[in-house]
């Protein structure tokens, strides 16, 4: 290994939460997360597809290693915010960040991420569905979607825009969703 990749390496080690978070918030989601893990395109692959690799040095300097959503910082996505309609092409790793941008969702409702994870969900739906294809990924999947909505409500992320997503949508800010949706078709 060439000195540049094991420094790589060492940073990306040094850079990470190294055990599972003991009783996380939904489970279930975290578990649909862990289930495509690690990402075939992480936020960084995708800032240099972004860039046609072209960007390296400018825009995508920041090392990540996301071998499992817990890995996953707030710096890095607020970093990388922009970059998961790059991803299209692998859908598992966009199920893969689900869970780490609904938990930093939850903590500020305030990230920019979240709405462009949930553009791409949104956009990439029919790819997710062979994925989603077990009941308890499905529900996994609707959850983290859930969970968002309620961390946000009907105004806190753009669900309104997602018309792939909104019948997944329950609880009492669904049908606002709804709504919002029909008078803005």
């Not at 869970?99 to 956009?123: K, N, T, W």
Request: hydrophobic content about 40%.
């Amino acid at each position: 290994m060439s000195r540049r990749k094991e420094r790589q390496r060492r940073r990306d080690a040094d850079s990470v939460h190294a055990t599972r978070p003991e009783n996380p918030p939904h489970p279930a989601v975290l578990a649909l997360s862990e289930k495509f893990g690690p990402p075939k395109i992480n936020l960084r692959q995708a800032e240099l597809l972004d860039g046609y690799g072209y960007n390296q040095g400018e825009y995508a300097q920041r090392p990540i290693a996301h071998n499992m959503p817990w890995h996953v910082s707030r710096e890095d996505l607020d970093y990388y915010w922009s970059v998961f309609s790059f991803m299209s092409d692998e859908p598992g790793s966009l199920l893969f960040y689900l869970y780490p941008v609904a938990l930093e969702f939850e903590r500020d409702p305030a990230l920019d991420a979240s709405d462009g994870l949930l553009y791409v969900l949104d956009m990439n739906y029919s790819a997710l569905q062979p994925l989603l294809r077990e009941a308890e990924d499905a529900a996994a999947f609707a959850e983290g979607l859930n969970w968002m909505l309620t961390v946000g409500g009907p105004d806190g992320a753009a669900f309104w825009q997602c018309p792939n997503l909104i019948p997944l949508l329950t609880g009492e800010h669904a049908e606002r969703v709804r709504l919002q949706a029909q008078r803005r078709a």
